[in-house]
């Protein structure tokens, strides 16, 4: 039996409903063996607090069937006891499957009129669920896709993303080894370079069938969608770009904000103690010491990255070059610079500005590396204007 329609969706439990969720999702088994056109059916759990549903049917009515069935009501049902946000469901295509033969896996039909038993195989379902992949606002607008910077996780976007949900389907996602992404997925050949996240970003707009979508990316993942947006240009014809730096070393003729020295001094104290460099990294990329707070926050969130996958890719970031890469952006920019930034100076994001075809250059009044965090509003606002 072919698959042609599938259901992707995340659970977020309660504190302390962690084991009743898994409980629940276990007893679900039975009654979903019962619905003759649900050919596949996985319960996941991706981390401490958050788990997945994904299923696949072999046309539209079977999709239908399900939500309209047992689970998806007790699911309902139970949405307030169990979870700590409304499940989040995601209806999708299958692209590719492979259905495993009965003669060849000892798996068969698990009652009459089933479909085997079976293992879903397509780039679609990886990327999703490798990078914790969220789809919220409206399904039929045009696709705006976040990108979190070095450390952090799709949750810096709290303040900014929902801005955006009552016009646009907005995705957003963690990048290996941070947030809910699977730390299992860290190839060190693959993620050597920032083409390999790249390569991740594009694995999820090919899951998610993106073109013609918008590209927001902090920090690194200005230049991780830099790249991304050379590479496949039909998916992102717009970037906006916050506190982009192509090149953190300084160099003759051009000021990165950053010595030779700096950079792996830096890099070495993050190595011998990941802990004492957040603590003391954080207040300084964050900027606003008024507001301590927000660099605490910052803190928290690089305490909550892999370490030995935060080592990497803070190498990865800080030693990568990508300036001749501007030029050969053909989607269209907007460079938010913030006023008085420690990790990327106005030098940097004006030489960003001047190097691409065709961007837009806003120099903020907030301070410090984070804006979505301490002025989301202007943030919000600059965007919004330039879309």
Request: proline share 7%; net charge negative; charged share 20%.
């Amino acid at each position: 039996m072919d698959v042609t329609t599938a259901l992707f969706v995340r659970l977020e439990a309660k504190p302390g409903k962690e084991a009743d969720v898994a409980e629940f999702l276990r007893g679900a088994l039975p009654v979903v063996e019962d619905e003759n056109k649900t050919v596949t059916w996985f319960a996941l759990p991706f981390g401490p607090g958050t788990f997945g549903i994904y299923d696949a049917f072999p046309d539209e009515e079977g999709r239908q069937a399900h939500l309209s069935g047992r689970v998806a009501a007790a699911l309902t049902g139970r949405a307030d006891e169990l979870f700590a946000a409304p499940p989040s469901i995601e209806q999708v295509d299958v692209l590719a499957a492979t259905l495993p033969h009965p003669e060849l896996t000892g798996v068969g039909p698990s009652r009459p009129g089933a479909g085997p038993a079976a293992v879903y195989s397509g780039r679609s379902m990886d990327s999703l669920v490798r990078n914790n992949v969220t789809v919220s606002g409206r399904s039929d607008g045009r696709t705006m896709v976040f990108a979190h910077g070095f450390g952090c996780d799709q949750g810096m976007w709290r303040h900014v993303a929902p801005a955006f949900e009552d016009a646009y389907r907005v995705v957003q996602f963690d990048h290996i080894g941070c947030g809910g992404s699977d730390p299992a997925a860290y190839d060190p050949g693959r993620h050597a370079s920032l083409d390999g996240y790249a390569d991740d970003v594009l694995d999820i707009a090919d899951a998610l069938d993106l073109t013609d979508a918008v590209l927001v990316g902090h920090s690194v993942s200005s230049m991780i969608g830099v790249l991304a947006a050379i590479r496949e240009p039909s998916r992102f014809s717009e970037l906006v770009l916050v506190t982009p730096s192509p090149r953190y070393l300084d160099e003759d003729g051009y000021v990165g904000g950053f010595a030779a020295a700096d950079v792996e001094g830096l890099l070495d104290s993050l190595a011998d103690n990941f802990v004492g460099w957040a603590d003391t990294m954080a207040p300084v990329v964050m900027g606003n010491p008024e507001r301590p707070e927000l660099g605490a926050e910052l803190a928290e969130s690089f305490c909550r990255a892999d370490p030995k996958i935060a080592e990497q890719f803070a190498r990865v970031t800080f030693l990568s070059d990508n300036r001749a890469d501007l030029p050969a952006v053909r989607a269209r920019c907007l460079v938010l610079q913030c006023s008085d930034d420690a990790l990327a100076p106005e030098s940097v994001g004006r030489y960003v500005h001047e190097h691409l075809p065709d961007s837009e250059f806003v120099l903020l009044a907030a301070t410090g590396h984070c804006p979505q965090l301490s002025a989301p509003a202007e943030t919000v606002a600059a965007i919004k204007a330039f879309l």
